[in-house]
């Protein structure tokens, strides 16, 4: 299960921090992505870590940072320079790979069945 927070209104050029509180995976082997679903668009792939990389979409390298604390069962998303093409609903997700990069790892999470309810970023002045 996932749980996201830490989404609002913030203006162009600001910060925002998102916390994504997971259960149910374990957190020192699993890959969690986030992602986001603007409206009318398909959900896409913001950006992926696995036990050992990173992996951003085009759009958010630079501005972006994931991370993720086992002992505090949370993946963060730094989101820093925002942009008013960041405004979307939020979600995180994971799962299990064995052998896949972090890249194939966050296109086939895309697909997932398992998500939270999102949390609402709007960049906006």
């Known amino acids: 299960q996932f749980v996201e927070s830490g989404g609002g209104l913030v203006q162009p050029g600001g910060s925002l921090r998102l916390s994504c509180e997971v259960s149910g995976a374990t957190m020192a082997y699993y890959t969690f992505g986030w992602f986001r679903q603007a409206p009318g668009k398909e959900r896409e792939a913001v950006s992926c870590?696995?036990?050992?990389?990173?992996y951003y979409t085009d759009s958010v390298k630079g501005r972006f940072t994931i991370s993720k604390d086992n002992a505090e069962r949370t993946v963060y998303l730094q989101m820093d320079s925002l942009e008013p093409d960041d405004t979307a609903v939020y979600y995180c997700?994971?799962?299990?790979?064995?052998?896949?990069?972090?890249?194939?790892?966050?296109?086939?999470?895309?697909?997932?069945?398992?998500w939270g309810r999102g949390t609402q970023v709007t960049v906006s002045s």
């Open positions: 997700t994971a799962g299990a790979f064995l052998h896949q990069t972090v890249r194939t790892a966050c296109s086939i999470l895309r697909q997932s069945d398992s």
């Open positions: 870590i696995s036990t050992s990389d990173t």
